[in-house]
């Protein structure tokens, strides 16, 4: 047993689809240590939202094994938090008890004064205090994604799967986004995905960015992201950052078949 | 709020006023046009058999619908969580919807005949559960898949996914279609009321009015029928407003 927190080994996957079977993972390995954040990214239609459904445990791969905190993943788990691309908010619920809907599920010792509590706590950290009576349509898209970010997070779970939760809003917004996810991680103790097409966001959010090769995906390229302070925006505009952006835009190339794997990054 | 009721009110008035105008200066006999000045008459002559009529066209037209309402949400949710069964039961549906109620209502009076209040509660239900059914599956079989992950990726079951997320999505879809199924089901009451022999209801008042040639008496009856109609139609508005009032726009 490694000390990885999600491990996944030589996951092989294909969807049965009535033009036959379409191989959509091939030998896939993937590993976050504990408290690691993990940016995937790759082309459009790679196998991407399929990582985070094996992951989260709503689906079985064909072949290779999943594992979450030494535990082989088998069906879905009350330690994993996700959220998409589209917040899926209850429109018939207010913000508060739409951040709450994960406690109505998940077995926890929280009294409902503490589960309250914790909700508000963590609406004020992303920036929504003063929101919680409000509906869902009331809010900007921004907001309502820093929502579904807050409800993924109440239950406190170990594994939290974001699946380019910040995909659909300008570019604008989603910096501001950015900056809220790096708070969120400073006060949340939780192991995370990513899943993006925005490059700059990876290195910008994640610690290791893992580029996927074209369908049926297999992991093609892992950049570390080393930082040892707080980062800014001002980050992305150093040539250090430049220079990873160019790597990382000629690896998602090769992954494309747009370049050959062998070239020379630009 | 007091253009809420004022404008309707006002609305109406006009209408009543054009009716008896449009009467007077054509100078129809009341065997072609009754007026509604010859209305407060019929209605005062009348009045204990319209409170009795009208009770039986209400029960059976709820009734109906109530059988509609369980029988369309079983049907629909059916369809709604297996494709198979909505590959199979679709054309079925939509094959008997699409049979002019007119021609089942004789058929059933004759099938059951006497049995009078059993044949006119089946027809307001047969005429009814469709658009619940078909607003119910769709409503269930469009709920984006991110919808069922948030809880199922937390081990919720299919029935605690379906009683928090399924069902109140669905809600406006149904009440949507609750409209029109009670304005079916009124139909279907009153065609059945008509149609059989010694029948009951306002149906049957307005066809004793036809065997009698007592034309104030058949509009008299098309009046209450109006006004029936607009108060189950409320009344369902009202429901919606309470259960699925989430789904409104908010005036800005
Ligand atoms: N349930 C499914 N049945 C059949 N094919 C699917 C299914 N889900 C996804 N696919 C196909 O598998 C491929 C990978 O999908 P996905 O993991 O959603 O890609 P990504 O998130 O990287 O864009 C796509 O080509 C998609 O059309
Ligand atoms: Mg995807």
Redesign the interface.
């Known amino acids: 047993m490694s000390d990885a927190l999600i491990e996944i080994k030589s996951v092989r996957h294909a969807y049965q689809t009535a033009s036959g079977p379409l191989p959509v993972l091939d030998g896939l390995e993937v590993s976050v240590p504990e408290g690691g954040f993990v940016a995937v990214v790759g082309p459009s239609g790679c196998g991407k939202s399929t990582l985070t459904?094996l992951i989260?445990?709503?689906m079985k791969p064909d072949e290779g094994e999943v594992w979450l905190h030494g535990e082989r993943v088998k069906?879905?788990?009350?330690t994993?938090g996700?959220a998409?691309q589209?917040p899926?908010l209850?429109?018939?619920r207010s913000i508060l008890k739409n951040v709450m809907?994960?406690l109505?599920?998940?077995k926890t010792p929280m009294t409902a004064a503490q589960q309250e509590a914790r909700a508000r706590e963590l609406l004020a950290l992303v920036g929504l205090e003063g929101f919680e009576d409000k509906?869902p349509?009331?809010l900007s898209g921004g907001m309502r994604q820093r929502a579904s970010l807050c409800?993924s997070l109440v239950?406190k779970p170990e594994v939290l799967i974001l699946d380019e939760p910040f995909g659909a809003l300008d570019a604008f917004t989603r910096e501001d986004l950015w900056q809220t996810m790096l708070k969120v991680k400073e006060e949340e103790p939780f192991t995370g995905v990513l899943i993006t097409h925005d490059l700059r966001e990876s290195i910008f959010l994640a610690d290791q960015v893992i580029v996927l090769s074209g369908r049926p995906a297999r992991t093609q390229y892992v950049m570390d992201i080393p930082t040892n302070r707080t980062r800014t925006l001002d980050d992305l505009y150093t040539p250090e950052a430049a220079e990873r952006l160019n790597i990382l835009r000629h690896q998602i190339e090769i992954a494309q078949g747009r370049a050959p794997a062998n070239g020379e990054a630009a | 709020m007091l253009s809420k009721i004022a404008v309707p009110l006002a609305a109406m008035l006009v209408f009543l006023v054009l009716w008896e105008a449009i009467v007077w200066i054509n100078d129809w006999p009341n065997y072609i046009m009754a007026s509604p000045s010859d209305l407060p008459a019929a209605y005062s002559k009348f009045w204990n058999l319209f409170l009795i009529m009208g009770w039986q066209t209400l029960w059976r037209t709820v009734l109906g619908l109530i059988l509609a309402i369980v029988f369309g949400v079983v049907l629909g949710m059916v369809m709604g969580f297996s494709r198979t069964m909505r590959d199979a039961l679709y054309p079925l549906l939509v094959g008997f919807n699409a049979i002019p109620k007119a021609t089942i209502v004789p058929i059933v009076a004759l099938l059951f005949v006497g049995a009078h209040d059993f044949n006119t509660v089946l027809i307001a239900f047969m005429i009814s559960f469709f658009p619940i059914a078909v607003s119910v599956s769709i409503g269930l079989s469009t709920l984006e898949p991110e919808y069922r992950d948030i809880l199922r990726s937390l081990g919720a079951s299919q029935s605690t996914i379906f009683w928090k997320i399924a069902l109140p999505k669905t809600l406006p879809e149904f009440f949507g279609a609750l409209k029109v199924a009670v304005t079916l089901a009124f139909i279907g009451t009153n065609l059945m009321e008509i149609v059989s022999p010694h029948g009951r209801g306002l149906g049957a008042l307005f066809d004793s009015g036809k065997t009698n040639s007592d034309y104030p008496l058949m509009f008299a009856v098309l009046i209450a029928l109006a006004l029936l109609g607009i108060v189950l139609y409320y009344i369902v508005v009202w429901l919606e407003r309470v259960f699925a009032g989430w789904a409104e726009r908010q005036p800005t």
């Open positions: 459904r989260a445990g709503l069906g879905p788990r009350s994993v996700m998409f589209n899926v209850l429109e018939w809907l994960p109505e599920i998940v509906r349509s009331e409800r239950h």
